[in-house]
T-cell receptor, first 113, second 113 residues
Framework: KAGVTQTPRYLIKTRGQQVTLSCSPISGHRSVSWYQQTPGQGLQFLFEYFSETQRNKGNFPGRFSGRQFSNSRSEMNVSTLELGDSALYLC????????????FGPGTRLLVL | AQSVTQPDIHITVSEGASLELRCNYSYGATPYLFWYVQSPGQGLQLLLKYFSGDTLVQGIKGFEAEFKRSQSSFNLRKPSVHWSDAAEYFCASPQSGNTPLVFGKGTRLSVIA
């Protein structure tokens, strides 16, 4: 079974631009969660989508948004990029129940200049 | 709200030596606890999880963890470390019920010959 895939793997943007990251979950998984990982703050939860609906949301500004499509693929968008948005963005998928194991993708490394 | 603390930022062990990584949690009821590992440039991989029952949990790659309610701990252990175990290890737990995982800050493990 194919794992979680994220595209692109690396991205360089400049301040003020916007970016869209993509995540394809494991086949059959209906939940997709997004995390931001930085050296200073560690792993922080952004949001979770389940069956195309946002089920949970972390404490991030409105510049961070996401969506999920009917095939469970998910995208997250960051508008008006700031230097502090430089991070590794991780996507995780699961069957949907909170006890289910989350399977993580390799991440997208975003550098904002 | 649930939180997890990993007191050790960085640990160095010799190959073949035993390993114990600490994780402390704060929660009223029995928590649900996970250990993940992240190799350089990779996403997170689940090592093991505890929900209830036997307090000694076996995981992949020869790891185990023991839940100790009296000490609010869920420490990860391995009897003999291999060089390939060098990675970052994260303890995690959902805040409550069907909520996202809260991760500890992580412990970076270095293995020396």
């Amino acid at each position: 079974k194919a794992g979680v895939t994220q595209t692109p793997r690396y991205l360089i943007k400049t301040r003020g631009q916007q970016v869209t990251l993509s995540c394809s979950p494991i086949s059959g998984h209906r939940s997709v969660s997004w995390y931001q990982q930085t050296p200073g703050q560690g792993l922080q939860f952004l949001f979770e989508y389940f069956s195309e609906t946002q089920r949970n949301k972390g404490n991030f500004p409105g510049r961070f948004s996401g969506r999920q499509f009917s095939n469970s693929r998910s995208e997250m968008n960051v508008s008006t990029l700031e230097l502090g948005d430089s991070a590794l963005y991780l996507c995780a998928s699961s069957l949907g129940g909170w006890q289910e194991t989350q399977y993580f993708g390799p991440g997208t490394r975003l550098l904002v200049l | 709200a649930q939180s997890v603390t990993q007191p050790d930022i960085h640990i160095t062990v010799s190959e073949g030596a035993s390993l114990e990584l600490r994780c402390n949690y704060s929660y009223g009821a029995t928590p649900y606890l996970f250990w993940y590992v992240q190799s350089p440039g990779q996403g997170l991989q689940l090592l093991l999880k505890y929900f209830s029952g036997d307090t000694l949990v076996q995981g992949i790659k020869g790891f185990e963890a023991e839940f100790k309610r009296s000490q609010s701990s869920f420490n990860l252990r391995k009897p003999s470390v291999h060089w390939s175990d060098a990675a970052e290890y994260f303890c995690a737990s959902p805040q409550s019920g069907n909520t996202p995982l809260v991760f500890g800050k992580g412990t970076r493990l270095s293995v020396i010959a």
